[in-house]
């Protein structure tokens, strides 16, 4: 399976940690997203990049929250000084796309990184 | 506030029955349209998507979607759903022209009973 590749799977750190998540694209894919998932909740947006370039960020993007992308392959996301709001399940997702603007062609979802903050 | 509404949170039906999942949207302008399905331990997968062209979509596994834009709809249906059909059902939209970030409603979740 060429998917997309989420690692870890779980996460369990104490409030106050630094956590950092990575995401794998599928490999032709030169667009990226990140979304938030809470129990009961659709998907929420985080950031997206566009190769190596982070595009667009959302308001829930915290400055304790930053995702890097630095050669436009894998990328990932770390939360510092984690709280227990943070508990979540972390989804990447990838893509091809032209142009300027929206998704062109639907996302490709990984499995997600599930986080819990005791 | 912008939202994607999906109204039907918890829906249950007997094998062979047909479904139809209700979402509605409130962003203005030309919208790209999804629905996404999850099954038990699995990732989200597409089922479907709608850019532009004809308002009727078909997707995989039997299922359609129909957006009527004076409705600012984008409601999904099946005729007959099968228990392999038990899953969490999202909608989702992207405004064009507005960035790249799907906008997700808060899903429903679908079990066939035998």
């Known amino acids: 399976d060429t998917g997309v590749s989420q690692n870890p799977r779980h996460k369990i750190t104490k409030r106050g940690q630094n956590v950092t998540f990575r995401c794998d694209p599928i490999?032709?894919?030169?667009?990226l997203y990140w979304y938030r998932q809470t129990l009961g909740q659709g998907p929420e947006f985080l950031t997206y990049?566009?190769?190596?370039?982070?595009?667009?960020k959302s308001r829930l993007l915290s400055d304790r929250f930053s995702a890097e992308r630095p050669k436009g392959s894998f990328s990932t996301l770390e939360i510092q000084r984690t709280e227990q709001g943070d508990s979540a399940m972390y989804l990447c997702?990838?893509?091809?796309?032209?142009?300027?603007?929206?998704?062109?062609?639907?996302?490709?979802f990984g499995d997600g990184t599930r986080l819990s903050i005791l | 506030a912008q939202s994607v509404s999906q109204h039907n949170h918890h829906v249950i039906l007997s094998e062979a029955a047909s479904l139809e999942l209700g979402c509605n949207y409130s962003?203005?302008?030309?919208?790209?349209l999804f629905w996404y399905v999850q099954y038990p331990g699995q990732h989200l997968q597409l089922l479907l998507k709608?850019?532009?062209?004809?308002?009727l979509v078909k997707g995989i596994k039997g299922f359609e979607a129909e957006f009527i834009k004076s409705k600012f709809s984008f409601n999904l249906r099946k005729p007959s759903v099968q228990w392999s059909d038990t899953a969490e059902y999202f909608c989702?939209?992207?405004?064009?022209?507005?960035?790249?970030?799907?906008?997700f409603g808060k899903g429903t979740s679908l079990l066939v009973t035998p």
């Open positions: 997702a990838s893509g091809t796309g032209t142009g300027g603007q929206g998704p062109n062609q639907p996302q490709h």
């Open positions: 490999s032709e894919h030169n667009r």
């Open positions: 990049f566009q190769n190596e370039a982070q595009l667009e």
């Open positions: 962003y203005g302008g030309t919208v790209n």
């Open positions: 709608y850019f532009s062209g004809d308002p």
């Open positions: 989702a939209v992207n405004p064009q022209n507005s960035g790249y970030a799907l906008n």
